[in-house]
T-cell receptor, first 111, second 114 residues
């Protein structure tokens, strides 16, 4: 069983839709939760970072962590064609340990 | 100015050859990483160096050997290339080992082994 499970999609939505991306994990020791965005033929870039449980909002993006269910989400409001990319969740046990990535969800926002 | 750069961007080679990929970061970061991304976009860490010291060494065939001549450079040498080595290899860096949640990735090196 993979430590981090993520539905690879592809996910296709119309412009303006609310997008929900999710990951589940099995290692209860994970404490740091990240979302990276990767455009085609580019390296991933950090989008959101959350420590422990709770919500974090940044503009149109909201990251949510539910440690009791071992479930994290990324919500994108008013999605734009420029949001079309692969979204990778990532997790760490401690601040100095390795990142464990999900396999990424490919999102397309259609104009 | 490119923060994390890799050379070459594309590498096509035959089975059995030896090749190297170079990475440089100009962010002043202490920690650097090598990742392998397969065709399904699954990104898996291979190695990490902190101030030239190897701190993460995942289960990777010993045909892969990283080298960090200084904290701004991390190279990856691959001996006796196999078909299964075909993937995109990403270099990344973070400010420090404790800042590993925020990693800056290079553009990737697309390796094709024929």
């Amino acid at each position: 069983q993979k430590e981090v499970e993520q539905d690879p999609g592809p996910l296709s939505v119309p412009e303006g839709a609310i997008v929900s991306l999710n990951c589940t994990y099995s290692n209860s020791a994970f404490q740091y939760f990240m979302w990276y965005r990767q455009y085609s033929r580019k390296g991933p870039e950090l989008l959101m970072y959350t420590y422990s449980s709770g919500n974090k909002e940044d503009g149109r993006f909201t990251a949510q962590v539910d440690k009791s269910s071992k479930y994290i989400s990324l919500f994108i409001r008013d999605s734009q064609p420029s949001d079309s990319a692969t979204y990778l969740c990532a997790m760490m046990v401690t601040s100095g340990s390795r990142l464990t990535f999900g396999e990424g969800t490919q999102l397309t926002v259609n104009p | 100015d490119t923060a994390v750069s890799q050379t070459p961007k594309y590498l096509v080679t035959q089975m059995g050859n030896d090749k190297s990929i170079k990475c440089e970061q100009n962010l002043g970061h202490d920690t650097m990483y090598w990742y392998k991304q397969d065709s399904k976009k699954f990104l898996k860490i291979m190695f990490s160096y902190n101030n030239k010291e190897l701190i993460i060494n995942e289960t990777v065939p010993n045909r892969f050997s990283p080298k960090s001549p200084d904290k701004a450079h991390l190279n990856l040498h691959i001996n006796s290339l196999e078909l299964g080595d075909s993937a995109v290899y990403f270099c990344a860096s973070s400010r420090a080992r404790t800042g590993a949640y925020e990693q800056y990735f290079g553009p990737g090196t697309r390796l094709t082994v024929t």
